[in-house]
T-cell receptor
Framework: NAGVTQTPKFQVLKTGQSMTLQCAQD?????MSWYRQDPGMGLRLIHY???????DQGEVPNGYNVSRSTTEDFPLRLLSAAPSQTSVYFC????????????FGQGTRLTVV | TQLLEQSPQFLSIQEGENLTVYCNSS?????LQWYRQEPGEGPVLLVT?????EVKKLKRLTFQFGDARKDSSLHITAAQPGDTGLYLC??????????FGTGTRLTIIP
C-alpha cells in the first residue's frame, strides 16, 4: 500500500519556467489537496479537490493550476515559476466524510532561482 | 481566514521532562487533529478529537479538545528523544478546508 506518492522529491527551476508536480494516491480517497510549507508559516492550502472533475482554490492559489481527471491523480502546475514559489510542497488525501484525516506525501522541495 | 496559533513556536527540553503545547483559535472546529512531522517527511496523523472536552491518550501523549471546540493541548510525559519533531494542529470547520497551525518545533535533549 503506497499511500500518497509525490514526484519529484527535489527540483530546481529557473524563473519563468513551468513544471508539474505529480501526486497520486491509492486509497480511493475523494478529497485531495496541495499545501506549501514555509518557515514559520505552517501549511497553507493552495488548491483542493472533493472529487474527480471538481477543484477549488485554497488560501494561496495564485501562480498555480490544478486538475482532477481521475480519483487517483492530482497534479499541481506552476505556470511561470517565481522565486516566491520556493517552498516545500505537500500533497494530501483523505475521505470526504467524517473527520477529514489527511494522509500526506513525502513532499517536493522546490527552489526557483 | 481562520487562524490557529500554536505556542510555543520552539521548545527544547531535557529527556524525562514533561511539556505542554497549545493550539488556539477564535473559531469553532468540528474536529481537530494533531500531526507530527520529521525532517524530510510529510506530517503524520497522531490523533483526532471531535467532542468538546474530549481527552485522548496515545502512550505518553495526552490530547485535549477545549469545551468550546476552539482550542486544544498536547501534553507529553517523560519526553524522549524520539518525540523530537514539528507538531502541527489542524482544524476542520466542515467547509472542505483543513486549517493548519503554525507549528511547535520540539527538541528533546538526551
Amino acid at each position: 500500500n503506497a499511500g500518497v506518492t509525490q514526484t519529484p522529491k527535489f527540483q530546481v527551476l529557473k524563473t519563468g519556467q513551468s513544471m508539474t508536480l505529480q501526486c497520486a494516491q491509492d486509497m480511493n480517497h475523494e478529497y485531495m489537496s496541495w499545501y506549501r510549507q514555509d518557515p514559520g508559516m505552517g501549511l497553507r492550502l493552495i488548491h483542493y479537490s472533493v472529487g474527480a472533475g471538481i477543484t477549488d482554490q485554497g488560501e494561496v492559489p495564485n501562480g498555480y493550476n490544478v486538475s482532477r481527471s481521475t480519483t487517483e491523480d492530482f497534479p499541481l502546475r506552476l505556470l511561470s515559476a517565481a522565486p516566491s514559489q520556493t517552498s516545500v510542497y505537500f500533497c494530501a488525501s483523505s475521505f470526504s466524510q467524517g473527520a477529514r484525516e489527511a494522509f500526506f506525501g513525502q513532499g517536493t522541495r522546490l527552489t526557483v532561482v | 481566514t481562520q487562524l490557529l496559533e500554536q505556542s510555543p513556536q520552539f521548545l527544547s527540553i531535557q529527556e524525562g521532562e514533561n511539556l505542554t503545547v497549545y493550539c488556539n483559535s477564535s473559531s469553532v472546529f468540528s474536529s481537530l487533529q494533531w500531526y507530527r512531522q520529521e525532517p524530510g517527511e510529510g506530517p503524520v496523523l497522531l490523533v483526532t478529537v471531535v467532542t468538546g472536552g474530549e481527552v485522548k491518550k496515545l502512550k505518553r501523549l495526552t490530547f485535549q479538545f477545549g469545551d468550546a471546540r476552539k482550542d486544544s493541548s498536547l501534553h507529553i510525559t517523560a519526553a524522549q528523544p524520539g518525540d523530537t519533531g514539528l507538531y502541527l494542529c489542524a482544524g476542520d470547520s466542515g467547509n472542505e478546508k483543513l486549517t493548519f497551525g503554525t507549528g511547535t518545533r520540539l527538541t528533546i535533549i538526551p
